[in-house]
């Protein structure tokens, strides 16, 4: 579904709202009324897209590809975080997401209402505030992360390891594969564009205060790397101690059943001697097994102080 927002200094916003993928009429529209190419469409309707930016020269089409939090179904961690898509053509701005991502919008809207009426370049200005609420989005992720690794490490510390303890620091670990791979991606795209605006190309003409904004946004986005890089290598220490503490809980387990077994052999060996059709000392006296129970108890004994002596208990 398009539909049209007016923005301040008469510039529009095309929100292109779609429930999986852009259908055929939507697509029509945008090429024959708007000018849009094939190709921006297509990366903008690709959901397995990677962030990226795009400048078609012949139309003087930028596509700025980025990824967002998936605020609506978190049901596994590859739905976690979606590729949005915006495209600046003249005075227009072209928002591409689905019903996962469409809040996004309300970012723009909210921030063509905060800034002053007049700036020459609104639009890069209003998807550099996008930007920022975007990593704030990816900040307040990675602190539920922490959260939940937290309430993990205490049930290890009260060595209250589980196979659910497990399970969920894996899902935490895949978790943070997305949002790392995401938060990188979106890194780059707004890199390339800090880049670029500092050049002497003319392809992106920003304000001073503009690329003091996207600036900020960079090095915003490059601590929320560090963040994510720091949250990830915690939850991998945490799963390599709690793997360590279930191994060493495992030897224990085995160390004292091996224990059991040796101590409880030696009942069966001495009673199985007196057991034998043969001559034995003693054993046709009415006492002999009283003697075969002090025997016993000797081994157990002498067995039990062997292994404690070699630090085997």
């Known amino acids: 579904m398009i539909k049209i927002e007016n923005l301040q200094q008469n510039f529009k ?13 939507d697509r029509t529209e945008l090429i024959e009324t708007y000018g849009l190419t094939n190709e921006i469409l297509d990366y903008a309707d690709d959901v397995n897209e990677r962030a990226r930016l795009e400048f ?12 967002v939090q998936n605020e609506n179904d978190k049901s596994s961690a590859s739905k976690s975080t979606m590729p949005i898509s915006m495209v600046i053509k003249d005075d227009k701005l072209f928002l591409f997401t689905n019903k996962y991502t469409h809040y996004v919008r309300d970012y723009v809207l909210k921030a063509d209402s905060h800034y002053s009426p007049i700036i020459k370049d609104r639009i890069w200005a209003l998807i550099f505030n996008a ?23 205490e049930h290890i510390e009260r060595r209250k390891t589980s196979y659910k303890q497990i399970i969920s620091l894996s899902k935490l670990q895949d978790l943070m594969i997305y949002v790392n791979t995401a938060i990188n991606s979106n890194y780059t795209v707004a890199r390339q564009i800090d ?42 220490r945490v799963s390599n101690t709690s793997n360590n ?7 224990t387990t085995m160390k004292i059943l091996t224990v059991y077994t040796i101590v409880l052999s030696i009942p069966t060996i ?9 001559k034995l000392p003693i054993a ?21 102080w062997d292994l404690h002596r070699r630090d085997s208990l």
Not at 56 to 67: G, M, P, S
Not at 270 to 278: P, Q
């Open 195 to 236: 880049v670029i605006a500092n050049s002497k190309a003319e392809t992106v003409n920003l304000a001073a205060k503009t690329k003091e904004r996207l600036h900020d946004s960079v090095v915003e986005i490059e601590q929320l790397r560090d963040e994510a890089a720091l949250a990830s290598d915690i939850i991998d």
């Open 56 to 67: 078609d020269e012949n139309n003087q089409i930028w596509l700025v590809v980025y990824y």
């Open 284 to 304: 046709d006296k009415q006492w002999s097994w009283i003697f075969s129970i002090i025997i016993t108890i000797a081994m157990i004994i002498f067995v039990i």
């Open 13 to 25: 916003m095309v929100d292109i709202a779609s429930e999986t993928n852009l259908n055929d009429s």
């Open 245 to 251: 503490i279930l191994n060493n809980q495992t030897n």
């Open 131 to 153: 930007f920022d609420r975007i990593a704030d989005d990816f900040s307040d992720e990675i602190n539920d992360i922490n959260v939940r690794r937290n309430r993990i490490q």
């Open 270 to 278: 001495v009673s199985g001697f007196y057991g034998m059709n043969m």
